[in-house]
């Protein structure tokens, strides 16, 4: 099974200020048609999970600019251009490359 | 609108069972994957099975194959997943999401794109 590594696992940051959040698999997860399977979600505190991007770099309907994915193969990144209060939460990695899909332990983002 | 509305959780005893139903509305389930992903009290998020568009097609994580089960109800809209030989481990918040979309037979990852709000599985004596 794939294993996804995320860090840091605690994000303290001041409004305005960027983020990033990195993001490392154990396998690649490009696969033979040059794309990566490495989705970002964000849950919101008493919330469930949303989807943020898809496919290492796409981001989903409805999604502010200021988040963007990054990356290929093993790394991957998740940049907040600034960040704002209601970006606060845990964020997720996903691999779904391969079943049994697996997520990362969640990157925690506060507000400073 | 799209939406995925769980239900079914509630309090059970170890080696007890649950069924969930996950019903959709805003597409139809044979046109789409659907996954369930579950979170224990404070923690991370766990991939826990899928089931292809044409419910031809089942995978479960190790941790509940052989105990967990997909049927689906095309008529309602609606999928189910029996829990069998429940363990106080599957205690957690139980989500459906929808996946990978397909169009005559070929599919298109758009990621998990949407979630139900979750249903509570409680698994203690």
């Known amino acids: 099974d794939i294993v996804m590594t995320q860090s840091p696992l605690s994000l303290p940051v001041t409004p305005g200020e960027p983020a ?4 490392k698999s154990s396998q690649s997860l490009l696969d033979s048609v040059g794309d990566n399977y490495l989705d970002w979600y964000l849950q919101k505190p008493g919330q469930s999970p949303q989807l943020l991007i898809y496919l290492g770099s796409n981001r989903a309907s409805g999604v502010p600019d200021r988040f963007s994915g990054s990356g290929s193969g093993t790394d991957f990144t998740l940049k907040i251009s600034r960040v704002e209060a209601e970006d606060v939460g845990v ?3 996903m691999e779904a490359l391969e079943r049994p899909y697996s997520f990362g332990q969640g990157t925690k983002l506060e507000i400073k | 609108q799209v939406q995925l509305v769980e239900s079914g959780g509630g ?8 069924r969930l139903s996950c019903a959709a509305s805003g597409f139809t389930l044979n046109t789409y994957a659907i996954h369930w992903v579950r979170q ?16 031809s097609s089942k995978f479960y994580a190790d941790s509940v194959k052989g105990r967990f089960t997909f049927s689906r109800d095309t008529s309602k809209n609606t999928l189910h997943l029996q829990m069998n030989s429940l363990r106080t481990e599957d205690t957690a918040v139980y989500y459906c999401a929808r996946g990978r ?25």
């Open chain 1, 20 to 23: 990033s959040i990195s993001c």
């Open chain 1, 91 to 93: 964020y997720y990695c």
């Open chain 2, 11 to 18: 309090v059970v005893q170890p080696g007890g069972s649950l």
């Open chain 2, 40 to 55: 224990a009290p404070g923690k991370g998020l766990e991939w826990v099975a899928v089931i292809s568009f044409d419910g």
């Open chain 2, 101 to 125: 979309y397909y169009d005559l037979l070929t599919g298109y990852y758009l990621g998990l794109d949407y979630w139900g709000q979750g249903t509570l599985v409680t698994v203690s004596s």
